[in-house]
């Protein structure tokens, strides 16, 4: 089955900018999708199809995706972005959602 | 306004079973796939099952295969799962999304299940 592999934290200052990876086999040729978790929250969809945004997420949220890594992007970073992200494809092989294990985002 | 509600949620003991319910509103429901995503205490999302508009496909998450069934009534706009042979590992907070074939768009809030004698 396939796998993602995302690293269990990242941290960074006020301001600055948080980048979020997301490896997988060839996940390039794949679309990925990320969630932002907050404590008690259910998750929010922040970017689809690779780099897309929903309506309500800020500018500020960019995805990009090559070869062996996709990348969520986060410039400016805000107190209010701490969160759990997760990044998710679609296996269209077995037809199944994978999900990456997600990363804590912490806000120093 | 998208609205997805779960409920059936509670407390069972091991082999148990459970039903959980998913209310969808503020969309045409029969219009889209529907997935049930978990997520244990303290760990990571997990894709539980997900199933076709008409409900003539059904996908499975392989630890639940032949002890979850996944539906659909387009007619009351409500998504169901069916849990039986409850184990203390599918004790989670179950989530139900609608499911763009292939990521999604909105979530419930979740109802949370706990296997413990």
């Known amino acids: 089955s396939y796998v993602l592999t995302q690293p ?13 990876t ?3 086999n060839n996940i390039g040729s794949k679309s990925v999708h990320w969630y ?8 929010v969809l922040v970017i689809y199809y690779d780099s897309d945004r929903p309506s309500g997420i800020p500018e500020r949220f960019s ?11 986060i410039s400016r970073v805000e107190a209010g972005d701490e969160a759990d992200y997760y990044c998710q494809v679609w296996d269209s092989s077995s037809d199944h959602m994978v999900f990456g294990g997600g990363t804590k985002l912490t806000v120093l | 306004e998208v609205q997805l509600v779960e409920s059936g949620g509670g407390l069972v003991q091991p082999g148990g079973s459970l039903r959980l319910s998913c209310a969808a509103s503020g969309f045409t429901f029969s219009s889209y796939w529907m997935s049930w995503v978990r997520q244990a205490p303290g760990k990571g999302l997990e894709w539980v099952a997900n199933i076709k508009q008409d409900g ?3 996908y499975y998450v392989d630890s639940v295969k032949g002890r979850f069934t996944i539906s659909r009534d387009n ?7 069916q849990m039986n042979s409850l184990r203390a590992e ?28």
Do not use: F
């Open chain 2, 90 to 117: 599918d004790t989670a907070v179950y989530y139900c999304a609608r499911d763009r074939r292939g990521w999604y768009d909105y979530w419930g809030q979740g109802t949370l299940v706990t296997v413990s004698s």
């Open chain 2, 56 to 58: 003539s496909e059904k």
């Open chain 1, 36 to 43: 932002q978790q907050k404590p008690g929250q259910a998750p």
């Open chain 1, 63 to 73: 995805g990009s995706n090559s070869g062996n890594t996709a990348t969520l992007t």
């Open chain 1, 8 to 20: 269990p934290s990242v941290s960074v200052a006020p301001g600055k900018t948080a980048r979020i």
């Open chain 1, 22 to 24: 997301c490896g997988g």
């Open chain 2, 75 to 81: 007619a009351k706009n409500s998504l169901y799962l």
